[in-house]
């Protein structure tokens, strides 16, 4: 079964490719996520703030194309899974305000 997942491509004044993604990220989709990245070339910063779900094949997706210009922004929600998986000292991840994100207490 497939996953919602909503990929939305816009570009901002100085060219930098934004993907806002919405919904969940796994197995079943993760190939839409990756061809998303593809399309946009160079540098692009994926909004994240409207995913609740992040599967190792996301990550796996996201991992592969951390050295190409990937810039995140992410809930607080995700912000465990890329500090464990070690994402986040590979690529810049800020918050949806700008700064870098806090660890939900729990």
Do not use: K, W
């Not at 190409?68 to 899974?81: D, H, K």
């Amino acid at each position: 079964m497939t996953s919602p997942l909503t990929l939305t491509p816009t570009r901002r004044a100085d060219g930098t490719c934004v993907l806002t993604v919405v919904g969940e990220i796994d197995q079943s989709n993760a190939d839409d996520l990756a061809a998303a990245l593809d399309d946009a070339g160079g540098s692009v910063v994926v909004d994240l703030t409207g995913v609740g779900y992040l599967d190792s094949a996301g990550l796996n997706v996201l991992f592969a194309r951390s050295a190409g210009g990937l810039e995140l922004i992410v809930p607080p929600l995700l912000t465990p899974v890329l500090t464990v998986s070690g994402l986040a000292e590979l690529v810049p991840v800020h918050g949806p305000e700008g700064a870098a994100p806090d660890a939900p207490s729990g």
